[in-house]
């Protein structure tokens, strides 16, 4: 399919396909008379790119990490890796706050250990000192 048409099936405009194949990171085929033909694969490639991308990484990095032969994949995967376990820790332990303040007895959430561990200072490991596990059921 021309681009006009994947651009359509994906959400996305023109110009951002034209831009994704700039920086190599989805390459369609070209017809003998130049125009890019996408086929189901390159559509795949491309909702993985979208991901990708609302997980905050970058094109460079999306390029690195879809092809295997890229040197620094993985160093690029590794710290991604570590970057999404450091948010799902802040994550955790935002939750784990919201569940217990919702239904804290304190009038001050000062006055609360578990709600003034929430603002205990980080560590470069630890988002926190939430002591409580409480989840969200």
Known sequence: MRIGEAATQLDVATHVLRHWEDE?????????????EYDEEH?????IVRSCQAAGLSLAEIRRVLHRGEPERRA????????????????DATETFLVHVRECRHGLVTRCADCSAYAAPASPTQPSRVRSSARVE
């Open 76 to 91: 690029v995967i590794d710290e991604r890796l570590r970057a999404v376990r450091r948010q799902q820790a802040v994550l």
């Open 24 to 36: 190599g990171v989805v390459v369609p085929r070209r017809t003998a008379s130049g125009h890019r």
């Open 43 to 47: 559509l795949v490639r491309c909702r």
